[in-house]
């Protein structure tokens, strides 16, 4: 195991991410005047555990997602190892510098998930396993060894409710390969964690199936307890609370002695025991907690010879090995100067080596030889990548009704009858939504994906039923239950397979509308990442309008423009969100091509997710168009529906299914308005972020930088007013008048609402047909009708 390597790793590590930390704080010139923080003392806490584990544990077919308080060890192992640079680490927190938690994104060095809003970084582990296994089964997956997902969880951050959800996930789905490593140091940011913790952690893990493994005293510790005097000791540490112990550790090896002299101290044996210390031997003594002990850790990681899913509860000191280890307000607390120059001396760091990687190391060449040597690192940095798939052509039957929603699971059922490559790698996915969201043709010809198969019993039993639901190992759909944050963990998970596993998904998730806000903080956490999928958002909106006010969204439109990663779209009609997945498919699968601050005007992109806002309201479709200035349009985000002509006094620009509404107004107003124009927007998020990214590049010389939304309105008169109309918040389109300095009159939908029908709920916000009539009327000049 050469654990004498891995003791002088573990010191240079715990060296190094506190200089880091320190050198940030204290030695690097503030430019804001405040504290760049970095959390030295949950950092200490996990020097031992990531040690072993990067040193001793893993393979290169592993992943890994980091405490986000323990990214400084993380890149000081990357430092380490050559994988990061010293002046990124100089710049830790700073731009351009590491990162404050590790990002795949903005970190340089070999970050496998993403983390730092505490908990998705621990549940993204569990549907990464999940995705592994989906791959594996396919008949065109590359082979490759099976991976463990480990997570290296903070205690509190099992206060978050979506581990628990993922907990559940995980033990319907049959999860395997599966680590979390629970640094159990019993210390939050207000305060110490609650007596007994540990047991319900352990009962929980228990009842859903994981191996749990309690790692709570180091090789000291061990050694202790087979002396005489030892199971009296034991005992006592059992029975001490947290807030003691945290206390005591601060305090230091003189009050350790007289705290255990004072409650064991007339026990022969034990006193003995005690008194073969000195105060740093009985100090080093109770902190070698199993969580704080490099050997302990290691042997604990060797003894896993299976794959299911474990759980190491490893306890620790906060701060361990630091003057500030064991004080409650040292979460967010860091050695002051004089502390870190007394540290530096025990530490036995030079004056002018502290960035130096082997600075106190004895033997350099034997140590190098050990790292060259280490499997985890052997084969380099583990990005993968995937060919581009082809995309076949996507078009629907164009004329009679249909709504959005239905369009798009024929879309999917279209393709599920061919023998494309990419049906092939589509896997959807929906939180128990999936008939209710049009994927049901879909699953029930490419059928449900289980690792062992799994009969349907309406089948067997020849009941008739819509949905013919086989599980089998071949399946391209996984059934979730309906905790959204796992749904958008799931395609988190599966749209970084080409990166993660070198094979390439096209994840397809549906959900209803309104419920994507209460997966959002792990949609926005998908997106950090750059994994790429498509969301699909239906039945959206007050069309669906017997659901009432809980079922009705109303800021999804906003929540699409303002993601960054997702490229949001509402198309009204069959035709439009056919170009749309078409251009979608692909848009999925770009990387590095231009620069996103320049994205939509150039039509060179660098790709991304994708959200469709869809409706379940069936609505007459136009006659078939296949111009370019249509398909374009649509997905540059807008196009003329009717151009305006040249003395045009109104244009009626709308999103979405309320386009029966605009149409029907424009043509009422057509007799009395000169030259109204009717402007279909299917995407305010791209029409938006082409009009700024323009401006931006004009600002810095580009003068021919022009965004599609500026040349659509290029034409119209100064005096024309824009009423704009959706089944949304009406901000998602009121920024349109700003482009060219045109009046502009928002309508839409600002308040919950409520049961009714369409027609009523419709009247009631004031986007119908009425309305839209009523505020050209009385908001605007000219003749009345």
């Avoid at 000195?278 to 704080?292: P, Y």
Wanted: charged residues 25%.
């Amino acid at each position: 195991m050469h654990i004498e390597h891995l003791k002088t790793i573990e010191k240079r590590l715990l060296w190094l991410s506190h200089w880091m930390i320190h050198h940030a704080n204290h030695v690097r010139p503030k430019v804001d005047g405040i504290k760049v923080g970095g959390h030295q003392a949950s950092s200490a806490s996990m020097v031992s555990i990531m040690t072993a584990l990067y040193f001793s544990a893993l393979r290169p077919e592993d992943r890994v997602a980091v405490k986000p308080h323990a990214s400084p060890v993380f890149h000081a192992i990357q430092y380490l190892m050559g994988n990061q640079s010293r002046e990124k680490m100089e710049n830790f927190r700073g731009f351009g510098g590491v990162q404050s938690y590790p990002s795949r994104t903005k970190d340089s060095d070999d970050v496998d998930f993403s983390t730092g809003s505490v908990g998705l970084g621990v549940a993204i582990t569990s549907f990464a396993s999940l995705v592994q296994d989906y791959i594996t089964a396919k008949p065109w997956a590359a082979e490759r060894p099976l991976g463990r997902m480990i997570a290296l969880v903070g205690d509190a951050e099992l206060d978050e409710g979506n581990v628990y959800e993922a907990l559940q996930e995980g033990w319907k789905n049959d999860l395997r390969n599966c680590w979390w490593i629970i640094d159990y140091n019993r210390q939050s940011l207000d305060g110490i964690v609650r007596e007994g913790l540990f047991d319900r952690v352990e009962k929980t893990f228990d009842a859903f199936g994981w191996d749990v493994v309690r790692v709570k005293y180091g090789a000291l510790q061990r050694a202790a307890f087979a002396e005489p005097g030892g199971a009296r000791l034991r005992e006592w540490i059992d029975a001490c609370s947290n807030q003691d112990y945290s206390a005591l550790t601060f305090m230091g090896g003189a009050v350790w002695r007289q705290r255990l002299m004072d409650d064991l101290g007339d026990q022969g044996d034990v006193t003995a025991l005690i008194d073969r210390r000195n105060d740093a031997e009985l100090a080093d003594l109770m902190e070698n907690l199993g969580g704080n002990c490099t050997r302990t850790m290691a042997e604990a990681f060797a003894a896993i010879n299976h794959d299911r899913p474990t759980c190491f509860l490893a306890y620790t000191v906060k701060g361990w090995g630091t003057p500030i280890a064991g004080h409650k307000d040292n979460h967010g607390g860091l050695m002051n100067k004089a502390q870190m120059r007394d540290w530096q001396a025990h530490m036995g760091v030079p004056e002018g080596q502290e960035w130096e990687p082997f600075a106190t190391v004895e033997d350099v060449p034997a140590l190098k030889a050990f790292l060259d040597a280490v499997p985890f690192f052997a084969k380099g940095t583990r990005r993968y990548s995937d060919a581009r798939i082809e995309v076949p052509g996507i078009a629907l039957q164009p004329g009679g009704e249909i709504s959005t929603q239905m369009a798009f699971g024929k879309v999917l059922d279209d393709l599920s009858k061919g023998d494309s490559k990419l049906a092939e790698r589509i896997v959807t996915t929906s939180p128990d939504v999936t008939g209710t969201t049009n994927l049901g043709p879909w699953v029930n010809r490419r059928k449900l994906f289980a690792r062992h198969a799994k009969a349907d019993a309406f089948i067997e039993h020849r009941i008739p039923s819509t949905a013919k639901w086989e599980f089998t190992p071949d399946g391209q759909h996984i059934e979730l239950g309906i905790a959204e944050m796992n749904l958008f963990l799931l395609l988190g998970a599966a749209g970084l397979s080409h990166s993660l596993f070198g094979d390439r998904l096209i994840p397809i998730g549906t959900v209803y509308d309104p419920f994507v806000c209460r997966g959002l903080d792990a949609l926005n956490y998908a997106c950090y990442q750059d994994a790429r999928f498509m969301i699909v958002g239906t039945p959206s909106g007050a069309t669906l309008a017997p659901e009432g006010g809980a079922h009705q969204s109303i800021g999804t439109p906003l929540i699409g423009m303002s993601q960054d990663g997702l490229a949001a779209f509402e198309p009204a009609f069959a035709d439009e969100l056919a170009v749309i997945m078409e251009w979608a498919f692909d848009y999925l699968q770009r990387e590095g091509e231009g620069d996103p601050d320049e994205r939509t005007w150039l039509r060179d992109e660098t790709g991304g997710s994708v959200y469709l806002r869809l409706s379940t309201n069936p609505i007459e479709q136009p006659v078939k168009r296949a111009d370019e200035a249509f398909r374009q349009g649509a997905i540059d985000g807008a196009y003329w529906l009717r151009k305006p002509g040249p003395n045009c006094d109104v244009v009626i620009a709308y999103q979405g299914v309320v386009a029966p509404e605009a149409i029907k107004a424009a043509g009422q107003l057509a007799g009395n308005r000169r030259d109204v124009g009717v402007l279909a927007v299917t995407s305010a998020d791209r029409l938006n972020a082409g009009w700024t990214a323009a401006q931006r590049a004009r600002s810095r010389g580009n003068a021919a930088a022009v965004s599609h939304i500026e040349r659509l309105t290029e034409t119209l008169p100064q005096h024309c007013k824009l009423i704009t109309v959706i089944d949304g918040h009406p901000a998602t389109l009121a920024w349109l008048g700003s482009v060219a300095g045109h009046q502009t009159i928002p309508l839409g939908v600002e308040h919950f609402g409520q049961t009714g029908t369409i027609g009523e709920l419709y009247r009631h916000f004031g986007i119908d047909a009425e309305s839209i009539i009523e505020k050209v009327n009385g908001l605007t000049a000219g003749r009345r009708i």
